[in-house]
């Protein structure tokens, strides 16, 4: 039996190693500061990690999403602070072998007049084109899932003349995967993107003692999104607190707010 089992270990990670697809080597988030009329040159590298042929299909889209989890992509020019204007790719389709590798290049043409100071932005979609085959079970098609990348260019211009504006939307404690977290949302209702981090000072409600300082990861916020920053404070123990909530940017602005919290046994 132990024998069978080991095979088919072996056969799933043999599938799962040949069926591997397209992955993205030099990171998800592209940023530049930006002057009118000068061009500049990006790429995005890619592999093949399976050992077949892939198709992939390069294009455009805007993109923006909120602290409730919603993303959203959607053709160009339904974000008024898009870019995608300003990027020129040089393939819309590459094919790459098994184990080979591949850049796409693009290059940003920022326009010769002025634009508003802040950041724009779109996100090139890498999504590998999947054969759709006949079903010789049952009738219709088998169509497989595939994962598509999303890389951000994101362009600051006259970004000294610009600043994020951040905003607490709601906070809430909530047990997640037997964790308990402070889920802080947190908009950016200013004109330039940050990278803001969130922490937590708590203290007992009846005697003020401090409990302890809790930090969450930072994470990007282009202009008008919100993002939820999630803090783990399974250590406290539960019952009511007051608590002082910083977010601070890296540029060191700091925004802060009082709240109380409960936190509960379930």
Not at 8 to 20: M, Y
Not at 104 to 127: M, Q, R
Not at 225 to 230: E, L, Q, V
């Amino acid at each position: 039996m132990m024998k069978r089992v080991l095979i088919l270990i072996s056969l799933i990670l043999q599938f799962c190693f040949l069926h591997a697809g397209i992955v993205v080597l030099n990171g998800l988030t592209h940023s530049y500061k930006v002057e009118n009329g000068k061009v500049y040159k990006g790429k995005i590298s890619i592999e093949n990690t399976g050992s077949n042929p892939q198709n992939v299909k390069i294009f455009l889209q805007d993109f923006t999403y909120n602290a409730n989890g919603t993303t959203s992509y959607t053709n160009l020019h339904t974000n008024n602070r898009t870019n995608g204007d300003w990027i020129k790719l040089n393939t819309n389709l590459v094919t790459l072998k098994g184990k080979e590798k591949s850049e796409i290049l693009y290059e940003i043409t920022v326009p010769d007049k002025a634009v508003d100071p802040g950041s724009y932005w779109s996100v090139v979609i890498v999504e590998p084109v999947e054969d759709i085959k006949p079903s010789d079970k049952k009738a219709g098609v088998n169509i497989t899932s595939v994962i598509r990348y999303a890389i951000q260019v994101i362009t600051d211009y006259d970004s000294e003349k610009a600043k994020p504006d951040l905003k607490f939307e709601g906070v809430k404690v909530e047990k997640q995967d037997q964790n308990q977290l402070v889920k802080i949302a947190i908009a950016n209702q200013g004109n330039l993107y940050c990278r803001p981090t969130a922490s937590i000072e708590i203290y007992n409600r009846k005697t003020g003692e401090k409990i302890g300082n809790f930090s969450s990861l930072p994470m990007g916020l282009l202009p008008q999104t919100s993002k939820s920053f999630d803090i783990d404070i399974s250590k406290v123990p539960p019952g009511p607190y007051k608590a002082v909530i910083i977010t601070t940017d890296e540029d060191e602005n700091a925004f802060a707010l009082n709240v109380e919290l409960e936190v509960k046994n379930d």
